[in-house]
């Protein structure tokens, strides 16, 4: 019986990790109207200017505090200085809850703990890069 429950777990296992996969993906363009509340800081323009917080164009795949031209809390900058790059998993866990990543940060954005409109917002800016 304990086999056949054990098989029956491994068996699922592909479908459950698809699932969860397929769930993890979210909508860009709903992400792009989750965005709107970052707008008040953020620009996501390629090229575009850095407002209250930096741009935000090309985030994925970036190392923190990396924009020269824009003055990061030093938080942040130690973030950066020891390596920490904006990875889709890096970036949940900032935008879900910001204190938790970067404890003496100034982002005042208390995050966001929807977990499809945080999918959508991933989504969103996995497609605000270059090709």
Known sequence: MRRLFLAGLLAAAPVLSGAAR?????????????????RACHTIDQGGRNGVGPNLWGIVGRKAASIEAFRYSANMR????????WTVDNLRAYLRDPKAVAQRGIMSFPGIKNDTQLNDLLAYLQGQRAP
């Open 22 to 38: 397929a769930q993890d993906a979210g909508d860009a363009a709903a992400g792009q109207r989750v965005f709107n509340q970052c």
């Open 78 to 85: 130690e973030l950066g200085a020891a390596g920490h790059t």
